[in-house]
C-alpha cells in the first residue's frame, strides 16, 4: 500500500510569488490535513479537509488556503510569499473517523528568496 | 490552551532503554501519538494510545500513560544507532488537528 505521496518535494520561490503543493493520501484514507514546521514554531496545524470539507484551520493567515479533491488528494496554496514562508510542509492522512492512525508525507522543503 | 512540552536532548548509550517524557496541558486530548522524524524526512508514525489505557506495548515500545498528571512517555527498549533521531508528542482531541510538543533529540553512543 503506497504512503502519503507529496510533490514536489523541493522547491524554491521568490517572495511574492505564489505556491501550490500537492498531497496524495492513502488510499481509502478520506482525511487529509497540513502542518507547517520551522525551526523557530516547531510543527504547527494548517488545516483539516474531510470529504472535500473543510473540518478544522489553524491560526495561520489567510494567504494560506488548501482545498480537497472528491479522490481525497489535496492540496494548498500559499499567495504572496514572504521569507518566513520557508519551511517544511507535511502532509497527513488518515480514514477519517475519530481517533484513526495519522500517517505523514515526506513532506515538502519550500525556501523563500 | 493546547499545550505540549518535551525536554530537548536524551543521550543514551548503545543496548540501554530510553525513556523520552511529555506532557500536555488540553485534558480533553483524547488520542496521544508518537512520531519519529530522521533528517531530512517526515514524521514515522511509532504508536499511540487512547486515553483511557493505562500502558500499550508494541515490540521495543512501550507507552506509559499517566491521565492524572496529563504525562505520556515512550520507552524503547534495547536502543541501538539507528533510533536516533527526534521523537514527537502529539496529542489530538476529536479531529486529526494534532498539537505537536517541541520534540526530543535522543543520541544513541556506542
Known amino acids: 500500500k503506497a504512503g502519503v505521496t507529496q510533490t514536489p518535494r523541493y522547491l524554491i520561490k521568490t517572495r511574492g510569488q505564489q505556491v501550490t503543493l500537492s498531497c496524495s493520501p492513502i488510499s481509502g484514507h478520506r482525511s487529509v490535513s497540513w502542518y507547517q514546521q520551522t525551526p523557530g514554531q516547531g510543527l504547527q496545524f494548517l488545516f483539516e479537509y474531510f470529504s472535500e470539507t473543510q473540518r478544522n484551520k489553524g491560526n495561520f493567515p489567510g494567504r494560506f488556503s488548501g482545498r480537497q479533491f472528491s479522490n481525497s488528494r489535496s492540496e494548498m496554496n500559499v499567495s504572496t510569499l514572504e521569507l518566513g514562508d520557508s519551511a517544511l510542509y507535511l502532509c497527513?492522512?488518515?480514514?477519517?473517523?475519530?481517533?484513526?492512525?495519522?500517517?505523514f508525507g515526506e513532506g515538502s522543503w519550500l525556501t523563500v528568496v | 490552551g493546547e499545550d505540549v512540552e518535551q525536554s530537548l536532548f536524551l543521550s543514551v548509550r548503545e543496548g540501554d532503554s530510553s525513556v523520552i517524557n511529555c506532557t500536555y496541558t488540553?485534558?480533553?486530548?483524547?488520542?496521544l501519538y508518537w512520531y519519529k522524524q530522521e533528517p531530512g524526512a517526515g514524521l514515522q508514525l511509532l504508536t499511540y494510545?487512547?486515553?483511557?489505557?493505562d500502558m500499550k506495548q508494541d515490540q521495543r515500545l512501550t507507552v506509559l500513560l499517566n491521565k492524572k498528571d496529563k504525562h505520556l512517555s515512550l520507552r524503547i527498549a534495547d536502543t541501538q544507532t539507528g533510533d536516533s533521531a527526534i521523537y514527537f508528542c502529539a496529542g489530538a482531541s476529536n479531529t486529526d488537528k494534532l498539537i505537536f510538543g517541541t520534540g526530543t533529540r535522543l543520541q544513541v553512543f556506542p
Open positions: 488540553d485534558s480533553s486530548s483524547t488520542y
Open positions: 497527513a492522512s488518515s480514514p477519517g473517523a475519530r481517533g484513526n492512525t495519522i500517517y
Open positions: 494510545i487512547f486515553s483511557n489505557m
